[in-house]
């Protein structure tokens, strides 16, 4: 009886350890397969998203969650980007763009990472680390300047003020450098659109936005590239670009 219920566990073992093999072989199957594809494409083949999604959804929790939250909202407070509205600062949303973020980070001091925009702090004596050339403004400039924001999101501005921070947006300050003579930005190297009603930081009232031109702007997104594999790298970008297109997949 001994040796019976022996050969039975021995040979539900095998079928487990068959079982377990079968399964790491359809994994790494898987995993060959969403990494030779290109990943601007995956999204449309919907037996690879899945599976890419039903992965890309724990490893998020596990790395990104702590920061942007666990639905992927983000936190203004902070400065931390909402990932759900489908509004980019840094490139447009393809899933090689965001893939690329989650590898490298953004000013994160790995070469590859996006670092071009430095946002400086013209309240202080010295606004840039990287550009002694910008100079520091008043207070009242400030204001100025907060207020030709202000008229460029068409809201109610003061005319004259604006007018004034108009000429220092594309004078003195140089803002028109990184947020283009419009104030739409440069998605390029991850310069906001002024223009919009979206806002990484605060409630985009006139507080928020002097805080933000007084003290200067400079987030940082950690590079994955030598802590995750490069599987999990693109489950996770196509996990936020599915969140930013607000879709489901059964």
Known sequence: MILQKSSLLYAAFLIMAAIAAAAAGYHAHREALLLRTDPDLIPANRSLLQFALSRGAASFQAS?????????????????????????????????????????????????????????????????????????????????????????????????????????????????????????GDSAIGAPDLADKVTLYGDGGREALIDSVANGRQGICPAWINRLNPATIREIALYVYMLSHNARVD
């Open 64 to 184: 990104c969650a702590g920061c942007h939250g666990a639905s992927g909202q983000g936190d203004r407070t902070r400065g931390i980007p909402d990932l759900t509205d489908d509004d980019w600062l840094f490139g447009t949303g393809s899933v090689s763009e965001i893939e690329r973020v989650v590898a490298y980070g953004i000013r994160s001091y790995n070469p590859k990472s996006w670092n071009l925009a430095r946002m400086p702090g013209f309240a202080r004596a010295r606004p840039s680390d990287t550009d002694p050339k910008i100079l520091p403004l008043s207070p009242g400039d400030i204001r100025d300047v907060v207020e030709y924001l202000v008229s460029l999101q068409k809201g109610s501005a003061d005319p004259a003020a604006a007018s004034r921070g108009a000429q220092i947006y594309n004078g003195v300050g140089g803002c028109f450098d990184c947020h283009s003579l419009d104030g739409r």
